[in-house]
């Protein structure tokens, strides 16, 4: 342990910039491209994806002056299993309302903690996907993508699990307090048990179709489906967006 903490104090002495390494714990999480910041009173400050947390450094089994890829989790602690159900999803018929105004795709949802004991949760990830009409009678058919929250958001325009996966277990995902978002509280402090898509792009094309994704602390939580009955839809459509 005391050759662990003399390599880390080292990195941390070293400019900004150049002390990016590996930190493994001994939970088995593994954070690549990790900056020491700071180390005191048995405390260790690690910076990555512009997100600085704090670690007891008891907890650190290496550290490595190299990138290792990130493994497991990317932020290392005891987190909860949780359940998000999926309560309700109001969905328009197209992407404008009768005035002209972008709509809006309502989901109501809470979470169920599966894991009594533990307090930690990564707060869930939602992806929309929405199949509309094309907008002229010769054109094609097109899908539009949409995230929550602002955080959740990846490069690039077309489907990438991989990306999404990324992001999922990202150092700057935001952990809150199982507390917080218990039925029983207003769950204000997280944005409560709605979110809204607001569908900019679509305008007056029908919707036929969605596929909503949601990503619990490192794997897909819910996944619903929902295609017009007038409209024939090929399968994992959504895969297909570009």
């Not at 390494?21 to 910041?37: C, L, N, P, Q, Y």
């Not at 700071?38 to 550290?63: A, L």
């Not at 493994?71 to 969905?91: Q, R, T």
Request: hydrophobic residues 35%; proline residues 3%; charged residues 35%.
């Amino acid at each position: 342990m005391k050759k662990i903490i003399a390599l880390v104090i080292a990195a941390a002495m070293l400019p900004a910039g150049i002390h990016a390494g590996t930190i493994t714990f001994k939970d088995g999480t593994r954070i690549s491209d990790a900056e020491v910041v700071s180390i005191k009173d048995g405390k260790i400050v690690i910076k990555k994806d512009k997100k600085e947390r704090t670690f007891d450094i008891k907890n650190i089994e290496s550290y490595y002056g190299t990138d290792l890829g990130d493994s497991g989790g990317a932020i290392p602690g005891e987190f909860a299993e949780y359940k998000v159900n999926i309560l309700d999803i109001k969905m328009p018929d197209r992407g404008e309302d009768s005035k002209g105004k972008t709509d809006t795709c309502d989901v109501k949802y809470s979470i169920t903690r599966t894991e009594p004991g533990k307090n930690k949760i990564k707060a869930p990830y939602f992806y929309l996907y929405v199949l509309t009409t094309p907008a002229d009678g010769d054109g094609e058919r097109q899908i539009y993508s949409y995230y929550y929250p602002n955080d959740a958001k990846v490069k690039g325009k077309g489907y990438d699990e991989a990306a999404i996966l990324k992001k999922v277990n990202g150092f700057n995902r935001r952990v809150i307090n199982y507390d917080e978002v218990n039925p029983k509280t207003s769950m204000k402090n997280i944005g409560g048990r709605e979110i809204n898509f607001e569908l900019d792009g679509i305008d007056k094309r029908r919707i036929i179709a969605y596929r909503l994704d949601v990503w619990g602390n490192d794997k897909k939580a819910v996944e619903k489906t929902w295609k017009h009955m007038d409209y024939k839809v090929s399968d994992r459509w959504w895969e297909h967006l570009d």
